[in-house]
């Protein structure tokens, strides 16, 4: 069965650290990838998405995501957190790359941005 | 756009109770997804429709549970009856397009069966 693993459950940094969260999904055909972000009581909301040519996604806040198909991962960067930056964070892949496909999430990374 | 509404926010109910959860989309999107969120499972699609017609319930965990779709605007997750084991949040999202499209999330119902 298809399956989206978040390696990291909680990741707690200080400011101006570099952040990396891990994603990896078991699917070998084609697929969208996103990441979404929830702040602390807000909804969940898209950060960036990738669906075909360049690898590396740019999204809002800073935040880009490289997918490299060979090791089957979209990982989040980002080169210098703020105390912002606190929330939980989704990767999720949409295995089959149509529309009626079924989308799979992660089960999230809580990220906690010391100030 | 008011984005996506969901009603109750909150609902606490006892073993047994019918639970029925509510979700307005967002105005021409023809995708509509039912997630469940917990802290074991994490963010879990139960089911989605396009159209008004479900497209895959296979995430729904049992008979208990039971959407949907009547029109554009309005869908129902039901829950009948109800256990402990079903408390969580759920969340409804839409999207125009397909679920390969950026979806736009409601803030959720949290359900607390004692």
């Known amino acids: 069965a298809q399956s989206v693993s978040q390696h990291n459950h909680h990741v707690i940094l200080s400011e101006a650290a570099s952040l990396e969260l891990g994603c990896n999904y078991s699917?070998?055909?084609?697929?969208?990838l996103f990441w979404y972000v929830q702040y602390p009581g807000q909804h969940l909301q898209l950060l960036l998405k990738?669906?075909?040519?360049?690898?590396l996604v740019k999204g809002i806040k800073g935040f880009e995501a490289e997918f490299i198909k060979s090791k089957f991962s979209f990982n989040l960067r980002k080169p210098s957190v703020q105390w912002s930056d606190t929330a939980e964070y989704f990767c999720a892949v949409n295995a089959g790359g149509n529309r009626d496909d079924k989308i799979i999430f992660g089960k999230g990374t809580r990220l906690h941005i010391l100030p | 756009d008011a984005g996506v509404i969901q009603s109750p926010r909150h609902e606490v109910t006892e073993m047994g109770q019918e639970v029925t959860l509510r979700c307005k989309p967002i105005s021409g999107h023809d995708y509509l997804f039912w997630y469940r969120q917990t802290m074991m499972r994490g963010l879990e699609l139960l089911i989605y429709?396009?159209?008004?017609?479900?497209?895959?319930d296979s995430g729904m965990p049992e008979d208990r549970f039971s959407a949907k779709m009547p029109n554009a605007s309005f869908s129902t997750l039901k829950i009948q009856p109800s256990e402990p084991r079903d408390s969580a949040v759920y969340f409804c999202?839409?999207?125009?397009?397909?679920?390969?499209?950026?979806?736009?999330f409601g803030p959720g119902t949290r359900l607390t069966v004692l």
């Open positions: 990738y669906f075909s040519g360049d690898p």
């Open positions: 429709f396009n159209n008004n017609v479900p497209i895959d």
């Open positions: 999202a839409s999207s125009l397009w397909g679920s390969y499209n950026e979806q736009f």
């Open positions: 699917y070998g055909g084609t697929v969208n």
